[in-house]
């Protein structure tokens, strides 16, 4: 991904009760037939629309928050901002975290040293690659699963690009996978690429200017929620700068 002028959501300092997203397919209908039959024909590959729903503010944190959320919202300005939200996905995992448990693991090289400048390797609690390069626009790819449970059902992310997997159309060895994804790519993956499956990202707008409106009661802490809308207009730019 090029570098793009985007904001992450705090999700430890503002973290919210639930992050549902859904995916939007396009869809349309001629209309019902004399004996009632409606043909729908899919006309478009969607995009993804969710929220940030019951963000708690907690006493003796809510100053720190409420400056925070005021400097989110003047750096998004409304819709014409863009916001990267971590979207809590359990469905990998054995033993499946709390919302806030998402503490990577960090690990030395097998002589027990860290890097030069201290830090380790990072590595989730699952990993699955992308087995063959997934060109702009595929909506079947081929994945390889390292160390996770399955490839089917589950949800992505690469670049702040979210997918996810439905039922496998074909097995490849004893480790790789094709199966179909929503949406479309949005940009290429190329062979071999760790994706996110602990803690995918997706690259939204606010659903509305007015989302980060904001009330605080005298006497209670305010529980808001944000909607949020994939943010398809930027993918749909790079995939013209890159045509």
């Known amino acids: 991904m090029t570098d793009l002028d ?6 430890d300092l503002l973290p919210a009760q639930s992050v549902p997203f859904n995916p939007v397919p396009f869809t349309r209908s001629g209309g019902r037939s ?3 039959i409606a043909r729908y024909t899919r006309t478009d590959k969607g995009f993804w629309q969710g929220s940030l729903n019951g963000i708690a503010f907690r006493r003796g944190q809510q100053f720190d928050q409420a400056r925070e959320w005021t400097k989110l919202r003047t750096y998004l300005n409304g819709q014409a901002g863009l916001l990267v939200v971590p979207v809590c996905s359990t ?18 090289h097998d002589d027990e040293t860290p890097f030069d400048d201290d830090t380790e390797y990072y590595e989730g609690a699952t990993r699955v690659e992308m087995a063959t390069t997934a ?7 081929r994945l390889r699963l390292i160390s996770a449970p399955t490839v089917q059902g589950i949800r992505f992310s690469y670049q702040h690009a ?3 997997t439905g039922a496998m159309i074909e097995q490849i060895g004893d480790d790789e996978f094709r199966v179909p994804i ?7 993956i190329p062979a071999d690429a760790w994706l996110e499956t602990d803690r995918p990202t997706i690259l939204c707008r606010l659903a509305s200017d007015n989302q980060m409106d904001i009330e605080f009661p005298p006497a209670n802490m305010p529980r808001p929620s944000v909607g949020l809308v994939e943010a398809v207009d930027v993918w749909s730019d790079l995939a013209l700068e890159a045509a």
């Open 6 to 11: 985007y904001v992450h959501w705090p999700i």
């Open 34 to 36: 004399l004996g009632g």
């Open 91 to 108: 469905r990998l995992l054995a033993s499946p975290p709390t919302w806030t448990d998402f503490s990577p693991g960090l690990y030395p």
């Open 135 to 141: 060109p702009l626009g595929a909506t079947v790819v």
């Open 162 to 164: 979210m997918y996810e």
């Open 182 to 188: 929503f949406p479309a790519i949005r940009q290429e």
